[in-house]
């Protein structure tokens, strides 16, 4: 079983609808990264978070460290949002990622 | 502002080259990592680095080495580059205790292939 799971593994949407994607970990952490990487492009990383909530224009991240789970919410989704998504753990108290598999989005114009 | 910096984009190499990848970032970051990534695999730590002259094995770390002589440069080594070396690599680095910082940046990667 892998440390941190994602689903979906593949997500196709009309523009507009209302995007989740989930992330699970199984280890202890430190903070949660989304990270997005486009069709040939890098990776850029779209949040860091230890707690609650945050919020950067149609992308919500949010972290139950609890429960060991985070989502990504894309709202109001646009073809341009169409790249893999990726969640990755800071492992605690080495600074090492442990990242997902991703989730490949698909917005359909 | 780009501030992790992979020397090439794109790279091809022979089998049994020595090829050095090149990553230098302008934020005064402790941490440096190597990772790489193939499909189906995701992303994988070959080495990284807390701080100058330091170097740890990630998870992947045969056939290749690595060398940090200064804080902002980490540079990955394939002594002898072989065709299942062939893969997106990508530098990273972070800022230790970085709380809600966006602490952890990546590279724009390097697509190495070696034939």
């Known amino acids: 079983k892998n440390e941190v799971e994602q689903s979906p593994q593949n997500l196709t949407a009309q523009e507009g609808e209302f995007i989740t994607i989930n992330c699970s970990y199984s280890?202890?952490?430190?903070?949660l990264h989304w990270l997005q990487q486009h069709p040939g492009g890098g990776i850029v990383s779209l949040f860091m978070l230890s707690s609650g909530k945050k919020k950067h224009g149609r992308l919500i991240a949010t972290i139950n460290i609890q429960e060991k789970h985070s989502s990504l919410h894309i709202t109001a989704s646009h073809p341009r949002d169409s790249a893999v998504y990726i969640c990755?753990?800071?492992?605690?108290?080495?600074?090492?990622?442990?990242f997902g598999t991703g989730t490949r989005l698909t917005i359909i114009p | 502002d780009v501030k992790v910096t992979q020397s090439s984009r794109y790279l091809v190499k022979r089998t049994g080259e020595k090829v050095f990848l090149e990553c230098v970032q302008d934020m005064d970051h402790e941490n440096m990592f190597w990772y790489r990534q193939d499909p189906g695999l995701g992303l994988r730590l070959i080495y990284f680095s807390y701080d100058v002259k330091m170097k740890e094995k990630g998870d992947i770390p045969e056939g290749y080495s690595v060398s940090r002589e200064k804080k902002e440069r980490f540079s990955l080594i394939l002594e002898s580059a072989s065709t299942n070396q062939t893969s997106m690599y990508l530098c990273?680095?972070?800022?230790w205790g970085t709380g809600d910082y966006y602490g952890y940046t990546f590279g724009s990667g390097t697509r190495l292939t070696v034939v």
């Open positions: 990755a753990v800071i492992n605690f108290g080495n600074e090492k990622l442990t």
């Open positions: 990273a680095s972070s800022l």
């Open positions: 280890v202890g952490i430190s903070a």
